[in-house]
């Protein structure tokens, strides 16, 4: 037997028992060892407020559309912050090209969802192998990394920008990583002190409140110019719309929280029309226009993997909660109610 967390109704969550199934050509089994929960995404589903319950995203006109194959509850396989061992491999009817993606004993990190195990096709897993030494719980963190590091590359940061990165929680806090190993000058804020003092502690020049002086503060930080770039990564459209305020004439801003229901709060008729600035989306489905002969998903994937691996990024240290499987309700009970005293809670299996 094997289990898998069910997310069955707004904050309700089960954890469901189901035969393991057999192996077929090409597959292979994942023991999973740890499994991050998504304090963004994850938290729309537990919460209700997912656009997906609702609509259908359409890839072919790339918009949403009510309709009735929305996905609703029950929400079973829900995480994408998985890392586990191959414990088993059905060998293909042919010969892989480029030989075989894994081998058993292998620690890999991929999408399979809060359950025991995963079985995945094994191509799937090509290039997914953490290296030797690596501690496996910074794999838990390569698809929330490379969502930051989007962001970060559709901010174009180099020595020498400012950018003022809103939110930092474990995404802002990634982001706010890499925008200081990009050479960028940061100014990150949050309204939770421990996250400020960790966006300190991982480079950030400056780490402040949110506050209705906020933009004048950045302003004063700048010698009045205000931060070329805003990265806003809460999903609060409050913040989005402190974002507009923060940069200077023509500065950018990149939306890369998951923005839920309509835009309150955000009032585009004063700094946002009057310095002209650029609003730009990141979302982990692509990588910046400009990169796209260059950058790939899985490049970004396997820069968190180099940069974890070498200890430029602490991931694991982001971790402030374990829980057992069994224990999956309180874990999310603990993002939606108390996040300040949370910032990466993991599904640890024995």
Do not use: C
């Not at 994942?30 to 499994?35: A, D, G, L």
């Not at 874990?331 to 599904?347: G, H, K, N, R, W």
């Amino acid at each position: 037997m094997s289990r898998f967390l069910r997310i069955a109704a707004p904050r309700s969550v089960a954890i469901i028992d189901q035969p393991s199934p057999s192996l077929e050509p090409g597959q292979v089994r994942v023991k999973t060892i740890y499994s991050g929960i998504s304090a963004g995404t994850e938290l729309t589903a537990y919460r209700g407020t997912n656009p997906y319950l609702t609509s259908v995203w359409d890839p072919t006109s790339r918009l949403f559309q009510p309709g009735k194959e929305a996905l609703g509850y029950p929400l079973d396989g829900w995480g994408y912050s998985e890392v586990g061992e191959v414990v088993e491999i059905a060998e293909p009817t042919g010969s892989p090209e480029g030989g075989p993606p894994v081998e058993l004993g292998d620690i890999v990190w991929g999408i399979w969802g809060h359950r025991d195990e995963g079985v995945l096709a094994a191509e799937s897993l090509r290039g997914h192998v953490l290296p030797s030494g690596m501690d496996p719980l910074g794999g838990a963190f390569v698809r929330v990394g490379a969502i930051a590091l989007n962001a970060v590359l559709a901010a174009d940061l180099g020595p020498g920008s400012t950018v003022a990165i809103f939110g930092q929680g474990v995404i802002g806090l990634l982001a706010t990583r890499f925008a200081v190993l990009n050479g960028a000058t940061v100014i990150a804020v949050d309204g939770i002190e421990a996250r400020r003092g960790k966006a300190t502690e991982w480079g950030a020049a400056h780490a402040l409140s949110p506050s209705p002086q906020l933009a004048s503060d950045i302003r004063r930080i700048t010698l009045g110019a205000g931060v070329d770039v805003a990265i806003e990564l809460s999903g609060n459209y409050r913040a989005l719309h402190e974002a507009t305020r923060a940069v200077g004439a023509d500065g950018t801003v990149i939306a890369a929280g998951f923005y839920q229901g309509e835009a309150a709060g955000v009032r585009f008729g004063e700094e946002f029309h009057h310095n002209r600035v650029q609003l730009l989306a990141s979302q982990i489905g692509s990588v910046p226009n400009r990169l796209r002969s260059r950058w790939t998903v899985p490049r970004l994937q396997h820069t968190v993997v180099d940069h974890v691996a070498a200890g430029l990024v602490d991931a694991p240290s982001l971790v402030t909660h374990t829980f057992p499987l069994a224990d999956s309700a309180k874990a999310y009970e603990l993002l939606d109610t108390d996040p300040s005293s949370a910032l990466q809670v993991v599904l640890e299996f024995s």
